[in-house]
């Protein structure tokens, strides 16, 4: 979700079924619901993103960057998501902090320790209930081994701090790796980027960000995601809360054991994250 990868894509130049708003990637057949935008260089009205014909936005429950000065977008705020609610529209959660040299996921599992908590908090002061996924953001192309040795046990770990807290999981990545992750029951929600995707659509994908495929709403450029189901992990503030999704997540021991993945500082941290994402429990 960066604006450098972003901005290259659409440098590439677009097709031109996109150009008559058409998904300018040709894909698997399935019936497209609606579309969502996502962005982070600042923030459309609600009522102009109702009138370019869009059911909402998936928004950032993290900080921008320190060196990102034009992500001032980041974070999604409970204005925000109350205009959207007044003009008909809903929101759903996504965390990235990092990207590139910097991803989240780096670190392991201890890694979700650290931005477990934000995600939680973040949501929760935009008005997100209980119930409601938040996507957990892999903005990569990742290998068999990186998924394995880093990016499972910080799915993991990041899931299970928000199964604690009372919050399903989506998972935000390219074909490959919501395969992967769905073989390892992480996830009731996935949303799906094109890197390294092989113009694949996956099946599971509730939202697909199609690369190139870009509009400008108040002065803001956004990207566009086809929508294929019902239920993409939308909430509006004031919502009632959902009932739990129980994930078949990893026992929190097994996590801790996990010594070749974290070490004895990560183990403490995720505790803590466990710790203060039971303190969000209603």
Same mark, same amino acid.
């Given at each position: ?26 894909? =698997?057949?399935? /019936?497209?619901?609606?579309?969502? @935008?996502?962005?982070? &260089? +600042?923030? %459309?009205? #609600? !009522?102009? *993103? ?62 979700? =320790?650290?931005? /477990?908590?934000?995600?939680?908090? @973040?949501?929760?002061? &935009? +008005?997100? %209930?209980? #119930? !409601?996924? *938040? ?75 199609? &690369? ?71």
């Amino acid at each position: 979700m960066p604006l450098n990868r972003r901005r290259f894509l659409a440098t590439a130049g677009l097709t031109t079924a996109a150009a008559i708003g058409l998904s300018p990637v040709a894909k =698997a057949q399935r /019936a497209v619901v609606g579309t969502v @935008l996502d962005y982070s &260089a +600042g923030v %459309p009205s #609600g !009522r102009s *993103v109702k009138a370019a014909g869009h059911l909402g936005a998936v928004r950032y429950v993290s900080q921008p960057r320190p060196n990102a000065t034009w992500m001032r977008g980041k974070p999604v705020a409970l204005t925000e998501t109350q205009d959207f609610k007044a003009n008909g529209l809903a929101t759903a959660s996504v965390y990235q902090f990092g990207r590139a040299q910097t991803a989240d996921w780096l670190g392991g599992a201890a890694s979700a =320790a650290i931005h /477990a908590p934000q995600a939680i908090d @973040l949501h929760r002061a &935009a +008005g997100g %209930p209980t #119930g !409601r996924p *938040v996507y957990i953001a892999i903005d990569d192309n990742p290998t068999r081994a990186q998924y394995d040795n880093q990016i499972r046990p910080y799915l993991r770990a990041f899931s299970t701090a928000l199964s604690v807290a009372g919050y399903a999981t989506g998972v935000y990545g390219n074909y490959n790796t919501i395969e992967w992750a769905a073989n390892d029951g992480i996830g009731t929600f996935f949303w799906m980027h094109d890197w390294g995707s092989g113009g694949r659509l996956h099946p599971r994908a509730n939202i697909h960000q199609v &690369a190139k495929w870009q509009t400008t709403i108040d002065g803001v450029v956004c990207d566009i995601n086809n929508v294929y189901t019902a239920d993409w992990g939308q909430w509006t503030p004031g919502q009632a809360a959902a009932p739990v999704v129980q994930l078949p997540n990893i026992p929190i021991e097994q996590l801790l054991q996990s010594s070749s993945e974290m070490s004895s500082q990560g183990n403490a941290a995720l505790q803590q994250a466990l710790d203060q994402a039971r303190a969000f429990l209603p």
